[in-house]
């Protein structure tokens, strides 16, 4: 048996809690020696609740004082530059929360560092390993809906201080360097990205909905938090070139909605995603065979060609140990997350503007 990796888990939040430390020591032959929290009682919780056997409360101290090999950093969006660069510089290997960096020349910086070290980078979020996702890609490649020319992306929820549980003041989803486009459109982006490769152009629209919401769970129920500094709801329109296009529609601004997370439409038909990603489910498929005269809806049979199956939102860790072991590239490349991040970072150009704006980097 080959010695289990060490982890150290940077950030200790709802995230953290809920996916990763759960299922580190499942995922991966990994074990958790440590975590990292600037609140204390927060890291000291962890460790209590999930056997880690010491924390920090930053991350110089896990550098200076850890023996680690793998980083996974799930802090707050706007630290994630600096820790990863730290991380990376030590000679880590690091698997990054969304987004990795606030623009792109800081997320390239991040992409050479790793490269310098000889060491791993993987840019989650993890939509490109989910098994619904593979299938659909299988079945476009094997022509099951034609030319697959179109996507419609919803990617929105009613909001961090609504729809997720967390301890923590969730005031600084709303504050700069945040916001739903980082947190929540770089989920559609990156799965509309996934389906037609890089995107050439993006334009869009988007509003501040709700200057002020109430925190409706954990320490801070109750309390009413302004967020009227960035948009909360944004339209995307995404031009991929030839006659592919996609529409990102993502926000903090549905409390609920019954739309399909995603469809995809071809010349003979559509792919229809209605079913939680993390449950493996078989998405629905539209088929028009013109030559058999006949049309309809199925639930298809994953074919021959089976895509592997998610087990938490930590397989990512999985794909980061084997891409080690096997001196391979991991599935979640960070060239994919720059490009990404690219159509972020243009996005306020093309709402200032009201034009369509070109996009440069590719993956
Ligand atoms: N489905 C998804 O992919 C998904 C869902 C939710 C959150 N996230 C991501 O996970 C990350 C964390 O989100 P969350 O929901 O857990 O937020 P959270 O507010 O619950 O937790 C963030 C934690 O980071 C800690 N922190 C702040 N600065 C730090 C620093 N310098 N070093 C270490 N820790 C620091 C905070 O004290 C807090 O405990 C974010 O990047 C977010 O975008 C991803």
Redo the contacts with the bound molecule.
Sequence with gaps: MKKAWKVAV???????RGQYLPNIRSEANADIVAV????EE?AKKVCEDFNVPVYYT??DDLIANCDFGIAID????Q??YE?NMKLLKAGKHVIS??TAAPTVEKLTEQIEMAKKMNVKFVC??IHPMRYDLNLAKQWIKDGVIGDAYFAKCNMSHGG?EYF?Y?D?N?I?FYEDGAGALI?MGVHGLQIVTTIFGPAKKVACMAKITCPARMVRSGSFDGKVIQTDKIPDQYVITLDFGDNKMAVVDTGFSQKASKTPALEIYGDLGTICFTEGYMTNPIPEVYVDNPEKGIRGWMKPMPGVKIPKKLKS?CCCLADMVDAIEKDRDPVLSAEHARHVLEIICKIPEAIKSGTTVELETTF
């Excluded at 940077?10 to 953290?16: L, N, P, S, T």
């Excluded at 799930?74 to 969006?77: C, D, E, G, L, W």
């Design positions: 940077v950030g200790c939040g709802g995230f953290a990292v929290d600037p609140i927060t930053n991350v799930a802090a707050i969006i630290e994630h820790i929360q969304k989650v979020p961090p997720q967390r923590v969730p600084w947190d939102q």
